[in-house]
């Protein structure tokens, strides 16, 4: 079944409190570019932060919240680069996902599998602020699928090859 990974958990306990302080660095990072939008380098630290998380649950193969975080980035990034007129949206979905991603990890820490269908309406608030099609619960479950998917093996060598 999707998300059967104790080493998941265990690994979630020895970083958790690292990811929550990336989060909250992450939301005040944005709260204070939103108070002072001049202040560019805000989101270049609430960037870094996301960047931290990202790479964090990826290591412990936990792909829901690594694919909220990696749409949370992409959203990031667009914002880095067209320098929004204070449209308040993508700000509050990106907010509302550092809320949502700490919950999620509250809860697999506590024992629920990892299923990233649980965080579809995140993900696509967060496509929706990029003008990105939404994913279905089809599309992310197939991909949660191809996510944990043993790495292909490599061909063993013949006899006398080394």
Not at 1 to 16: C, I, K
Request: net charge negative; proline share 6%; glycine share 6%.
């Amino acid at each position: 079944m999707v998300g059967e990974r104790p080493q998941m958990a265990n690994g979630l306990h020895w970083v958790r409190g690292e990811i929550e302080l990336s989060l909250t660095r992450a939301r005040s990072a944005l709260e204070q570019y939103l108070e002072s939008p001049e202040e560019k380098h805000h989101l270049e630290v609430a960037a870094e932060e996301l960047h931290l998380v990202r790479g964090t649950v990826g290591m412990i193969q936990c792909f829901g919240a690594a694919a909220l975080a990696e749409e949370m980035l992409q959203l990031l990034q667009e914002l880095r680069q067209t320098r929004p007129e204070q449209d308040l949206e993508p700000f509050s979905a990106l907010t509302g996902a550092t809320l949502h991603l700490s919950d999620y990890v509250d809860l697999l820490v506590h024992g629920e599998s990892d299923r990233a269908v649980v965080l579809q309406p995140g993900i696509n608030e967060l496509r929706l602020a990029r003008g990105k099609p939404l994913l279905t619960e089809a599309e992310l479950f197939a991909a949660q699928l191809r996510a944990q998917e043993p790495p292909a093996a490599a061909p063993a060598a013949a006899p006398g090859e080394a």
